[in-house]
């Protein structure tokens, strides 16, 4: 599942830990449930960052189908961040499925429309500006606001 851009990829491998890390909770498998809601929060913050880096390095590379793919961020992260609040309140535990759910959709996501993009900085695809291409992207400060999941910190580009 290899883009490549190895940033990317370290974030790729994170957040499939943190989902695995997440199911072995829920199974009491770690240390019981109580630290259940701290995992996902963890897991919905980190994916929250990594969307934010992808849809910077489209930006720098001037990738074509950057707003299709920034839709599909959305539209998790919505699911993602809608859960996470039914959880804390109380209306709605995780399940096994939903747990499922997101672990087919970073494979699917990472092989499908992240080797897209990844293929269009590498210069594979049409419309590729070799002047542009990243070679890191990350976050520069961790200053995510909780109770703002519109926030996230700053990143950095180096080309």
Same mark, same amino acid.
């Given at each position: 599942?290899?883009?490549?851009? %190895? ?26 449930? #109580? #630290?259940?809601? &701290? ?43 809608? #859960? ?10 995780? #399940? ?11 494979? &699917? ?16 695809? %049409?419309?590729? &500006? ?18 703002? %999941? ?10």
């Amino acid at each position: 599942m290899s883009l490549g851009i %190895p940033n990317i990829d370290e974030q790729h491998q994170g957040l499939i830990v943190r989902v695995n890390r997440l199911e072995e909770e829920m199974s009491g498998g770690i240390s019981g449930t #109580s #630290s259940v809601g &701290s995992f996902f929060f963890d897991l919905v913050r980190s994916t929250q960052r990594h969307f934010a880096c992808e849809e910077a390095l489209f930006a720098r590379a001037g990738y074509q189908d950057a707003a299709t793919h920034a839709k599909h961020h959305a539209l998790l992260l919505r699911q993602l961040w809608g #859960s996470r609040q039914a959880f804390d309140v109380g209306q709605r535990g995780l #399940s096994v499925k939903f747990l499922t759910f997101l672990g087919d959709w970073l494979t &699917s996501h990472i092989e499908g429309a992240d080797q897209q993009y990844a293929a269009f900085t590498r210069g594979e695809l %049409p419309g590729y &500006s070799a002047g542009r291409r990243p070679q890191t992207v990350g976050v520069a400060s961790d200053t995510d606001r909780p109770d703002r %999941p519109d926030r996230f910190g700053g990143l950095v580009l180096v080309a």
